[in-house]
Structure formats: structure tokens, C-alpha cells
């Protein structure tokens, strides 16, 4: 399952979904209603939900992969909606789980998306409170110290499981450049 980020939709995969060839697996990549950071997080993570089971039923085991604000998403479905019981494997591209401050002069009664995204919010206050439903999943974090979308690039790190820096100079070139395609690649077929 591969879960986009903000400005983005199911299309920002397609040069991930090129590199992995002809992939056994099944891939999904579903288009959410994120309407530029107006729906919250915890919202959007319910309606992932929903077209994980459509999808994939209610009790097979998925692999997640979630780019910018749909790592987040991705997290707090994982987290928060019980999809720690059927998550093997989640992989985090440039995702601010703790924050960005690029998020913070947004207004959270207008931007409730980008608000939880600001550094302190009561979203990522609770993820990163109890990780417990985290620690059985394989988790990896990829990012960029140079993203201009996640300030500081380290911002984009999960608490547990393995960080890998990406080499690129933009956020958009975590999905599009060679450089980053081919370790991601690598890091969905593992077995």
C-alpha cells in the first residue's frame, strides 16, 4: 500500500512503481481527499482504512509505504486505528513525525492537516507518546538533511526502527531521482 502526501496523489508513485518492475506483489495506491491540508490527519488515516479493508479484506498482513504527510497518515493508521494487527512492514519516505517547521504559521482552524504536522502538535504528542503498537512492525525511515518541506530533514525520522539518509537536494526528488529510487526499490522487495 503506498499512501501519498499532501499536494501530491496516487500518480507521485508512478516512477517508484517503474523501478519495481514487474513486482509480484500487489500494489495499491489509493487517491485521498486531503484537499491541501484541510482534512486531519487522524480523518484521512480512517479513510485509509477503509480502502486498506476494500482493498486487502480485514485480516491480511499489508506493507505500508507512506511519502510526506501520507507517512503520517500512514502512522497513525497504524497507531491509533488498530493497523499495527495486520502491518508487517511500514516504510516512511520524508514524513515529519516529529514535526516541521514548515507547518507552524499555518492556522489550525482553517489547515487542520498541516496543524497536526506543526512540531508539539497533540497528533504526534500521542504517536510519539506510546510506541509500543510500533516495536513489532519493521519499521524504516528514509529522508533528506536537505528537504525544504521537512525542516530539519531529521524531523522525518520514526522513534524506532531503521534511518537511511537519501542523498537528493529537493522533497519531490525523494520519488523521482535515482539516487533515492533504487534504495527505496530495494527496501519494498525485501522479502
Request: one cysteine or more; a positive charge.
Amino acid at each position: 500500500m503506498l499512501v501519498h502526501g499532501m499536494l501530491d496523489s496516487s500518480r507521485v508513485f508512478n516512477r517508484l512503481r517503474q523501478h519495481l518492475g514487474q513486482s509480484k506483489r500487489r500494489l495499491l495506491a489509493p487517491d485521498l481527499p486531503l484537499r491541501c491540508g484541510i482534512t486531519p490527519i487522524a480523518e484521512s488515516a480512517a479513510l485509509l482504512g477503509e480502502q486498506i479493508e476494500a482493498a486487502f479484506g480485514a485480516d491480511q498482513t499489508i506493507d505500508l509505504c507512506g511519502f510526506s504527510m501520507g507517512g503520517v497518515i500512514a502512522r497513525t493508521w497504524i497507531q491509533l486505528r488498530g493497523g499495527h494487527r495486520r502491518t508487517r512492514r511500514f516504510t516512511s519516505v520524508a514524513s515529519p513525525h516529529q514535526g516541521t517547521l514548515t507547518a507552524n504559521p499555518w492556522p489550525s482552524r482553517l489547515l487542520a492537516g498541516i496543524a497536526d504536522l506543526k512540531q508539539g502538535s497533540a497528533l504526534l504528542q500521542q504517536l510519539n507518546g506510546d510506541l509500543s503498537s510500533l516495536e513489532a512492525i519493521e519499521c524504516c525511515s528514509f529522508y533528506s538533511d536537505l528537504d525544504l518541506v521537512v525542516v530539519p530533514g531529521r524531523r522525518a525520522v520514526l522513534p524506532v526502527g531503521e534511518q537511511r539518509m537519501l542523498p537528493v537536494w529537493t522533497h519531490p526528488q525523494v520519488l523521482r531521482d535515482r539516487l533515492s529510487l533504487e534504495p527505496l526499490a530495494e527496501e519494498l522487495m525485501r522479502p
